[in-house]
């Protein structure tokens, strides 16, 4: 029995379709009864939180291997921590670890949290995988497609900075193969999209597919502070997210290589092809109306 933990999340609800694709006997962990009424037939679904102990055995009952992911929230090292002691005290045979790139070299922000879990992970001696991936392709809907409807802009301090995006349909095609152990264990495998992307060339590729012209304003960070403050996010979250653009502009986001293409034996996702086929969440709905 396969562990899908997350199951409500971004990547983590695409891990666990894929894996419910690929494999027979999945286990699906959601915190709500509303979320896991959303399990896809097939797989089951389990109520368990990482701040409750006893409902971790509950759902590692005869599980082998685990995909483990957390919201990046400042909790997330004690929280994935007590589902690691969990699934060691359960005798689970391999865990897959949804970490972050930058965990290997830069100690700030999510990275920094996420290197935790990855040092406490190996402290276990279980088998494991840890995937680090680079920057989602669906970030860019998420956090640029609001303001680029309604104003045909993007405002981020962000300068020159590449990102390599990555598709998270990729991701959960890694993430299930991992889940198998046996070449994967021991690994940790940075994963990068196919191309390092500026905010100016984003802003022309999502121009092209969406008809009409989109800007990137690159503005100080201390603007982009005050906006995100000003729309309620927490002062933890707006200081990770500006760290992280940090990064980003020291370049620690610009790689990319063929581990990605290697790992899921065909081409992944490009820039171009998410764009088209989310090209209508760019678009100003008044207008399309
Ligand atoms: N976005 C990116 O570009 C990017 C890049 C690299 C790495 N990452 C990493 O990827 C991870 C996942 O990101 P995401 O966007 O998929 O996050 P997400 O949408 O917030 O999903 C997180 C999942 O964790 C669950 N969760 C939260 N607290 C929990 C708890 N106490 N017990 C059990 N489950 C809990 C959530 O359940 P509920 O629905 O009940 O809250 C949700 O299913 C993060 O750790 C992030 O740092 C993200």
Not at 201 to 229: C, F, H, W
Not at 230 to 240: I, S
Not at 259 to 266: A, C, H
Request: hydrophobic share 40%.
């Amino acid at each position: 029995m396969i562990l899908i933990t997350g199951a409500s999340g971004s990547v983590g609800k695409v891990v666990l379709q894929e894996a419910n694709r690929k494999e027979s006997k999945v286990r699906a962990m959601y915190r709500s009864k509303e979320e896991a009424a959303k399990a896809p037939s097939g797989c089951e679904a389990v109520l368990a939180d990482y701040s409750d102990k006893q409902s971790l055995g509950n759902a590692l009952n005869g599980v082998t291997s685990v995909y483990v992911v957390c919201s990046p929230i400042p909790q997330l090292v004690e929280l994935e921590s007590n589902m690691l002691d969990a699934c060691k005290e359960a005798g689970v045979k391999h865990v897959v670890l949804n970490s972050a790139l930058g965990a290997g070299d830069y100690a700030k922000s999510f990275p920094g949290w996420h290197r935790k879990v990855e040092d406490k992970l190996k402290a276990t001696k279980m088998s494991y995988t840890i995937l680090r991936p680079n920057g989602f392709l669906q970030n860019i809907v998420a956090y640029n497609a609001p303001s680029i409807r309604a104003q045909g802009a993007f405002y981020v301090a962000m300068g020159d900075a590449r990102v390599s995006y990555l598709d998270v349909g990729d991701i959960a095609v890694v993430a299930v193969k991992a889940l198998q152990g046996g070449a994967h264990a021991g690994k940790t495998y940075e994963l990068n999209g196919p191309e390092a992307i500026s905010n100016q060339e984003l802003a022309k590729r999502i121009s092209k597919a969406a008809g009409r012209t989109v800007n990137y304003v690159d503005i100080p960070e201390s603007a982009q502070r005050g906006v995100m403050l000003g729309l309620g996010m927490p002062e933890w979250q707006v200081t990770a997210l500006l760290e992280l653009q940090q990064y980003y502009k020291q370049g620690g986001g610009a790689k990319t290589d063929g581990l990605l293409k290697t790992l899921i034996e065909r081409a992944p996702m490009t820039l171009d092809q998410y764009l088209t086929a989310n090209a209508r969440e760019f678009r100003d709905q008044a207008a399309s109306a």
